[in-house]
DNA sequence: CATGATAATTAACATGGATTAGTATCTATC
DNA sequence: GATAGATACTAATCCATGTTAATTATCATG
């Protein structure tokens, strides 16, 4: 339960979280009061560490406050295949509970902050028809991007599949408020980008030399600018109806991280 | 609502549907009834024929009872990629009415029977929190089977994602009891297995005939028989532990049709 | 600021799978 | 059983991407 002298101040806050789920869902205060009380227990951890392994059975749901993290599997040979990656307001593994055991990793890009619910609090939550509803659209969302990743390596060129990936985080990241200024932290080395999009680093680095000697974007420091969006939306076959946000992406949001 | 006085035998009776979702939960004889009526419904559909459109906002609920569709995606040129082969016992799109509209289209590949479920009876059984949990259940599995299939065209050769399709296949028939001494019912072009792993039928067709001379699997007229599934899932680095039954693939089961 | 670690870049070469263009075989239909 | 349309199969050529490895740039830190 959330403490009950909420101030209203912590109620304007709007977390990522909230700004995704309300994309779509209509929240009443004691929908948000609860979402805000699944920060309670959020640990900072490092880069490069481990939130979850195959075969975990975790205790707790994990939820992104800050930072990157990316859902994982490995291959015999040791090859990465990168499914997805997670950025603040995304759960880890909301399906834990009911399968069981985890047939996926899952860990951190960058330094980030990491909320632990128990699976318990999450199912009372659940309890509430209208966070239930929102958290089942996130899911499916979640699957409606999995399956424009299956596109995006089975059927697009590299070129195509790199700037359909960036225009993807570009309104994922848009819609938690985390873009000013067509740019964006997109903290991932090409070597991340290759394992997401079945391509080596040296490719990944070809195209993005293309993608700036044609003016698409730039990118450095694990900042990332596109500086014609429609161009690259163009160039990469991007349509944006998969993440099923009613809201246009070229609305200027009024959303603090 | 199940017609007052369902014979005996229709309990006895188990449906793919019915087989699929006991993998992991268990269902009451009223559960049992109710996913029975979800066939009220069914409707014969020919072969190659669009079941649902991108961009859609469809009715009914749609339930594969027999015979074999694919949920796609088409690109600018024409491409197309297939995301997921559904088979009997499959929702098409539970999802539609909380994403409002489709991101991607569904056809048959063959002829089948398709059962409409109108919405609101849908959302009748949900209320029931055994078949939510098992819908729900139902759900992750999909979005699991998504994740492989990233792996399967990212980071796998035609060889491997061939073999581990098939693997996959196998596996999922053999589930809902449609496996019979390692041999069953296959119904997919050359074409449709390249639209599914981003390859070309000329180089599917290369694969097959190595898969068939290493006398790992023989595959004509739609049937297909894998002569050796330890072998096959070696070669292909299939591990089940993403569709996540938890009874063995080889226990025969005494599942009919 | 020297030191190492990590990431980006470049180059030379190798190859899996696409492309194209057939021929052969099957299946359905009249 | 003749014909047409799908599907399966084969072969030659080409290119997008992989592989390997060396070089440079960037970043963290004692």
């Not at 699976?119 to 939550?125: N, S």
């Not at 659940?126 to 390596?153: C, G, Q, Y």
């Not at 003016?215 to 596109?226: A, K, M, N, P």
């Amino acid at each position: 339960m959330a403490a009950p002298l909420e101030p209203l101040a912590d109620r304007a806050l709007v977390t990522p979280l909230l700004a995704k789920l309300q994309t779509r869902a209509r929240l009443s205060d004691q929908d948000r009061d609860n979402l805000h009380s699944l920060y309670a227990d959020a640990r900072e951890i490092g880069a490069r560490r481990s939130i979850i392994r195959e075969g975990d059975r975790p205790e707790h749901v994990h939820l992104m406050v800050e930072g990157w993290a990316a859902r994982y599997k490995l291959l015999p040979d040791g090859d990465r295949q990168i499914t997805a990656f997670l950025i603040p307001g995304d759960f880890c593994d909301l399906h834990v509970t009911i399968l069981g055991e985890m047939d996926h990793g899952i860990a951190t890009l960058t330094r980030s902050k990491v909320a632990f619910i128990a699976r318990t609090r999450m199912e009372e939550l659940t309890e509430r028809p209208s966070l239930a509803k929102a958290f089942w659209w996130s899911t499916l969302v979640d699957e409606a991007v999995l399956r424009s990743w299956i596109v995006n390596v089975g059927r697009r060129d590299a070129f195509e599949a790199v700037g359909h990936l960036f225009c993807e985080l570009y309104v994922r990241m848009k819609n938690i408020g985390l873009v000013d200024h067509h740019r964006f932290e997109l903290p991932l080395t090409q070597e991340e980008i290759g394992d997401a999009l079945g391509l080596t680093s040296v490719h990944v680095n070809r195209v993005l030399q293309r993608l700036r000697s044609e003016d698409l974007i730039s990118f450095r420091q694990g900042l990332l600018t596109i500086h014609d969006y429609r161009a690259l939306e163009k160039a990469s076959g991007f349509n944006p109806n998969y993440l099923h946000m009613d809201r246009r992406v070229d609305t200027p949001t009024s959303i603090k991280p």
